[in-house]
């Protein structure tokens, strides 16, 4: 697998001088400053190759863009409203520009309002450091008394709503505005950050947008982008909802593998494809990770890999990230698996045979603490994930090759 890192433009406090150390083969990157629905100007990429391929003192990386993350799709398509289909034209455009600047490997979500949400950014690990953390009743208190949903208890089961609601009383105000930022101000990559209001306008907006509905929007989005996207040699790859249920009543489409399977039926290009996130998909006791990389092989474009420990197996649940090895995931047969799906197309002659992997998020471990990068991505907690997931690539093909 080709070993990326997330690197979030120059204002992130882990350099590329950091990624090199790491063994980063090359960058995921997007650029965050254009809001979505905008176009992507070649300049603008350009730019960013350019910012990517050498240090600051002119020295270069060795390091190239190679895949984008995220391509955000606006509010507008994903509710088919307001001046959405222009917004389509725009993102084609996108695709283009990429792809005239060489790259080709472009990951999208299509969840409502909310991109990856956490209650807890920095929760105390075992071992001294910090991980991110969904606790359900923290977010059913959030949802309830902070942001006051009308019908939100509805959604929660009946303990949850008790526990929430002591849990909101002994609240001190700090934690509360940290719980309210933590949901709604947008974790890194998220394309849009809101304020309470906000996020209450853009409930409204999804009233009458149900599963069925949103589902059906994703699938004409793809229906367009997908000619575009094979005219111009590019992998479209949506990454799963995170977590993989619906949130504030919102309904989220890409969580199972049912939900691929539909996708994938109704726009059968291989353009259009599927970001494995590990940690996401993981995050729910019925997706089967290595069955699903058996099942979508030769549409996953683009790899997460993390690991999560859930509280309970039920559906929703709370969740800590947990060391990339460590976990409910079997990190050995997902990657077992995915090497394989690369071995299958070697053999079929596929030019692109080689999955782009990043080490997702990581702990806060020694002096990532006093560096204060973004929540999740950490330079010595990544780098120490990286180690370990290529640790077990090297072993596995080895065991391979020898076989
Ligand atoms: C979180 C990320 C997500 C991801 C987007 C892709 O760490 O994996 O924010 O970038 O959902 O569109």
């Given amino acids: 697998m080709r070993q990326t890192w997330r690197w979030f433009g120059p204002v992130d406090k882990?350099?590329?001088?950091d990624a090199q150390q790491a063994g980063a083969e090359a960058i995921v990157t997007a650029l965050h400053h254009i809001t979505s629905g905008a176009v992507w100007p070649v300049a603008e990429i350009e730019k960013r190759q350019g910012e990517v391929a050498s240090h600051k003192d002119g020295t270069p990386t060795g390091l190239a863009w190679e895949v984008v993350e995220s391509l955000p799709v606006s509010e507008a398509i994903?509710?088919?409203t307001g001046d959405w289909r222009g917004d389509l034209d725009r993102y084609a455009e996108s695709l283009a520009n990429l792809a005239q600047c060489g790259i080709h490997t472009i990951?999208?979500?299509?969840?409502?309002?909310?991109?990856?949400?956490?209650t807890d950014l920095r929760a105390p690990?075992?071992?001294?450091?910090?991980?991110?953390?969904?606790?359900?009743?923290?977010?059913a208190a959030f949802d309830m008394h902070i942001l006051s949903r009308a019908g939100a208890r509805d959604d929660y089961p009946r303990d949850v709503v008790d526990a929430a609601a002591e849990r909101f009383t002994a609240m001190s105000d700090d934690r509360k505005a940290e719980l309210a930022a933590n949901v709604t101000a947008g974790l890194p990559g998220a394309a849009e950050r809101w304020t309470l209001d906000d996020v209450r306008a853009k409930l409204a907006d999804y009233r009458g947008i149900d599963a069925a509905r949103l589902r059906r929007h994703h699938v004409d989005f793809l229906t367009a982008m997908a000619p575009i996207a094979e005219k111009h040699g590019?992998?479209?790859?949506?990454?799963?909802?995170?977590?993989?249920?619906?949130?504030?009543?919102?309904?989220?489409?890409?969580?199972?593998?049912?939900?691929?399977?539909?996708?994938?039926?109704?726009?059968?290009?291989q353009a259009v494809g599927l970001t494995l996130c590990a940690g996401s998909f993981g995050a729910r006791p019925d997706n089967d990770l290595p069955a699903m990389i058996g099942e979508f092989g030769p549409r996953i474009h683009f790899v997460h890999l993390r690991n999560v420990t859930r509280a309970a197996d039920a559906v929703p649940c709370s969740?800590?990230?947990?060391?990339?090895?460590?976990?409910?995931?079997?990190?050995?047969?997902?990657?077992?698996?995915?090497?394989?799906e690369e071995r299958r197309r070697r053999n079929e002659g596929r030019a692109d045979w080689q999955i782009p992997m990043r080490p997702d998020h990581g702990h806060e471990i020694l002096d990532d603490a006093v560096r204060g990068a973004q929540p999740g991505y950490p330079?010595?907690?990544?780098?120490?994930?990286?180690?370990?997931?290529?640790?077990?690539?090297?072993?596995?093909e080895a065991c391979c090759a020898a076989a």
Avoid at 125 to 139: E, S, Y
């Fill in 14 to 17: 882990v350099t590329l001088a």
């Fill in 78 to 80: 994903k509710t088919q």
């Fill in 107 to 118: 990951c999208y979500n299509f969840m409502p309002v909310l991109d990856w949400t956490r």
């Fill in 125 to 139: 690990t075992a071992t001294g450091g910090a991980a991110m953390v969904f606790d359900l009743v923290d977010f």
């Fill in 234 to 269: 590019v992998r479209l790859c949506c990454h799963p909802d995170d977590p993989p249920w619906p949130l504030l009543g919102l309904p989220r489409v890409w969580s199972t593998a049912d939900d691929v399977r539909h996708v994938f039926e109704a726009v059968p290009s």
């Fill in 319 to 340: 969740f800590a990230e947990d060391a990339h090895l460590a976990g409910q995931t079997d990190m050995v047969a997902v990657i077992g698996a995915l090497l394989q």
């Fill in 379 to 396: 330079a010595i907690g990544r780098l120490k994930g990286l180690a370990e997931l290529r640790g077990v690539m090297t072993a596995l």
